[in-house]
């Protein structure tokens, strides 16, 4: 069962005078508990794509299906808090609050959009901390953890609210090899475990080594991954 869906979807912009079709007629379905990455050049659509599903935009034509939902009939309230109650994020640059501690971040999400009380929201920053390896380091602040450890904080954060799909934007272009496998693994791992659909845009081939479905991005049109996606994995922006 599918848990995004893109129907004929058409994004443009308008930079001036000019529009600029990010994406052209995309057709794509996600099944639940999927772990996917596209890849392609930079300027590809991978960015466009990725805000779509995020419901953080809205297609120019067609239509978008998350977690049974059509964000485009929601209003801007309405797709914050669905965002929230059925989606999580990870970043590149981590997009931790430096003023906060590790649990307070991971907790930060709850604060937002979960009606949970006090003891609710310290078990669930538990759970997930835990479950990344890192609760140890609950009371730390950001300046004071290392690149991989603030990525496992953002990886909690993602899965505290227990989205249905995760979304990650090149989520180890700022991390060493050695810990870019280790987050690797650890989403993978965390897939299993708690049951959401991650869906990556990268240009790391170690990432697209680990996905089970490589989609290609070309000109804001969808291909088939395999090969040539490895390939340009390795060179694309």
């Keep these: 069962m599918s848990v995004v869906k893109l129907e004929e979807v058409v994004k443009v912009y308008r930079m001036g005078q000019v529009e600029v079709e990010a994406l052209k007629g995309v057709d794509l379905e996600i099944d639940r508990g999927a772990f996917v990455c596209f890849v392609g050049p930079s300027g590809s659509g991978k960015t466009t794509l990725l805000n779509l599903i995020g419901c953080l935009d809205k297609p120019t034509r067609g239509r978008v299906t998350v977690a049974g939902t059509n964000p485009t009939a929601l209003s801007r309230r309405q797709a914050a808090l669905f965002r929230g109650e059925h989606l999580g994020f990870i970043f590149q640059d981590f997009n931790l609050l430096p003023v906060l501690s590790a649990a307070e971040n991971v907790e930060y999400p709850l604060l937002m959009v979960k009606q949970a009380k006090a003891r609710e929201r310290r078990e669930a920053v538990a759970r ?4 990344v390896g890192i609760a140890d380091q609950a009371g730390k602040r950001p300046d004071q953890l290392s690149g991989g450890q603030k990525q496992r904080v953002a990886v909690a954060r993602a899965l505290v ?77």
């Design 161 to 237: 609210t227990q989205p249905e799909v995760v979304l990650a934007d090149e989520p180890t272009a700022n991390l060493d090899q050695d810990t870019a496998r280790m987050v690797i693994r650890l989403m993978k791992t965390m897939r299993d475990r708690f049951g959401a659909t991650f869906i990556f845009s990268t240009h790391d081939a170690r990432i697209v080594s680990e996905a089970e479905q490589v989609l290609l991005l070309r000109d804001g049109r969808l291909a088939d991954g395999g090969p040539e996606a490895a390939r340009m994995a390795g060179g694309a922006a």
């Design 128 to 131: 997930v901390l835990e479950a």
